[in-house]
């Protein structure tokens, strides 16, 4: 099964003959978009994290996008984010005039702290966007129990996570909106695509209006309800996605395991591993993401691996730094510094579903000497 490289990639994504006859079999119907695969494809991603409606739509940050329609966020109001994350968890608020606020993140998940998420709370707060980063599940409950008490919504951006399970349940199974990314580095993919599992019909309704042009379902097609957007995904993509669901399990699995070997292989070098699970919390395996020791000029590890045909990333800079966002919002370093400091220190290793155990050997073998 594994394959053994001279570069060592990234990610890559686990394409196999049946999703390829999946593909063409879309291909040859001649129905390429709006036919029955995508409705195949919606049901099978509801029934993985348990929920009773899914959406499919063109790409995680689409998805996002439609949550705050769904939360009703708009000019003037606040939406409170995780800093460590991927630009779109903030940026969704932006696209309906609202502004991001970031509360600083534990150190130990990464994920939002919810002491701070209740400080970051003010009379113009509408919603959180709570990311599971790296797969790792965020503080369901705390934060749950937060948006009830001030009638906020809250939406899940579990585009790194699908397959995480929190107390017993997998991550969409909880009443709330949860988005999913199947961008081709995630656990599976469609290319581009994201789907929005809920649990309220009128909040399904409304995401397969919005993504459809903001059509009705009562609608011919050129009659549209309300301003909606094209963000539907196509069937080919819908294909793929059936494809890959139908394995999800081995994906899941695989990736699990090799997260298992570098833990071994990364034992006795001076890096801290990736979170192990508890009894609340069993992570998707997204990436593999370590932290160095403080001290440690990671972009010259970074450099070093890279020379030695070794991709890494820098996992992740915190958005509130990004030039558009201090341009924006003024702000500033020293805002989030527990964010600011895993920003520095964190970097993704290879790491996918078919990664050869020798090129995880060699990673840890250059790790391991380019911090020494
Ligand atoms: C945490 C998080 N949110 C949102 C997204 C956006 O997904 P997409 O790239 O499909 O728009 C991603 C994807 O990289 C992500 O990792």
Not at 191 to 211: C, M, N, P
Not at 308 to 336: C, K, N, V
Not at 340 to 348: I, L, P
């Amino acid at each position: 099964m594994s394959t053994a490289t001279t570069r060592i990639a990234l990610s890559a994504p686990w394409i196999d003959e049946r999703d390829e006859e999946l593909v063409v079999e879309v291909l040859r119907s001649g129905w390429l978009s709006l036919g029955p695969t995508g409705p195949r494809f919606e049901a099978m991603v509801a029934a993985a994290v348990d929920a009773p409606h899914c959406a499919a739509v063109s790409s995680g940050t689409a998805g996002l996008h439609l949550c705050m329609r769904l939360a009703e966020v708009g000019e003037g109001d606040e939406v409170i984010t995780s800093p460590y994350s991927f630009v779109a968890s903030a940026n969704c608020a932006i696209y309906e005039g609202a502004t991001p606020v970031f509360a600083d993140i534990d150190p130990r998940t990464l994920n939002l702290d919810p002491e701070a998420t209740a400080a970051a709370i003010t009379p113009r707060t509408k919603a959180i966007v709570a990311v599971d980063i790296f797969g790792y599940p965020c503080e369901l409950d705390e934060l749950t129990e937060l948006c009830r008490h001030h009638g906020l919504m809250l939406v899940e951006d579990s585009c790194e996570a699908l397959g995480a399970r929190y107390k017993g349940k997998p991550l969409g199974a909880y009443g709330h909106p949860a988005v999913w990314a199947f961008y081709p580095n995630k656990q599976m993919t469609t290319g581009e695509g994201g789907a929005v599992t809920t649990h309220d019909e009128s909040q399904h309704e409304l995401l397969e209006s919005l993504r459809n042009q903001g059509r009705l379902e009562t609608s011919s097609w050129l009659q549209h309800g309300r301003l909606g957007f094209n963000y539907r995904l196509d069937d080919i993509s819908a294909a793929l996605g059936i494809g890959q669901l139908e394995k999800l399990d081995r994906i899941l699995a695989a990736r699990r395991d090799v997260a298992a070997t570098y833990a071994q292989l990364l034992a006795d070098v001076d890096v801290e591993l990736p979170l192990a699970d508890d009894a609340d919390h069993e992570r998707s395996w997204f990436v593999y993401v370590v932290k160095l020791p403080p001290g440690v000029d990671r972009d010259a590890v970074m450099r070093t691996l890279s020379e030695d045909g070794i991709a890494t990333a820098p996992y992740l800079p915190s958005i509130h730094l990004q030039s558009y966002m201090r341009e924006r919002y003024g702000f500033r370093e020293g805002m989030l510094p527990v964010s600011e400091d895993c920003s520095s220190r964190t970097m993704a290793l290879p790491f996918h579903a078919r990664l050869a155990r020798e090129d995880q050997e060699r990673v840890a073998t250059a790790l391991r000497s380019a911090i020494a």
